[in-house]
Nanobody
Framework: VQLQASGGGLVLVGDSLRLSCEVS????????VGWFREAPGKEREFVGS????????SLINSVKGRFNISRDNPKKTVYLQMNSLKPEDTAVYYC?????????????????WGQGTEVTVSS
């Protein structure tokens, strides 16, 4: 399984971005997909995840109401829609996948990782 994250860029406070995570492999539907971010000088943190069937999502409190996760199983792609961006959202964003099941939020719980896409929010 390979993951390819894209869509990052330099934006202004209040702008929106949509990140994409394309997943190769035959069994995309078997994977819970999570988004993480790593800000400069900080540890990688869990942002949110989406269940295998796309019905259930989870987001950390600091992005609830601003971010949304969705998936398109035929396209084998998961999206992170980010609205009302703030400077504290600046980070490298990573997508990750695992077949373990719902509720995984730790980096070590995800077996497969994309390369990351950088998001910079400027004021």
């Amino acid at each position: 399984v390979q993951l390819q994250a894209s869509g990052g860029g330099l934006v202004l406070v209040g702008d929106s971005l949509r990140l994409s995570c394309e997943v190769s492999g035959r069994t995309f539907k078997a994977y819970t997909v999570g988004w993480f971010r790593e800000a400069p000088g900080k540890e990688r943190e869990f942002v949110g995840s989406i269940s295998r069937n796309g019905v259930t999502t989870s987001l950390i409190n600091s992005v609830k109401g601003r971010f949304n996760i969705s998936r398109d199983n035929p396209k084998k792609t998961v999206y992170l829609q980010m609205n009302s961006l703030k400077p504290e959202d600046t980070a490298v964003y990573y997508c990750a996948a695992d077949t373990t099941g719902w509720g995984i939020t730790k980096t070590y719980e995800y077996a497969y990782w994309g390369q990351g896409t950088e998001v910079t929010v400027s004021s």
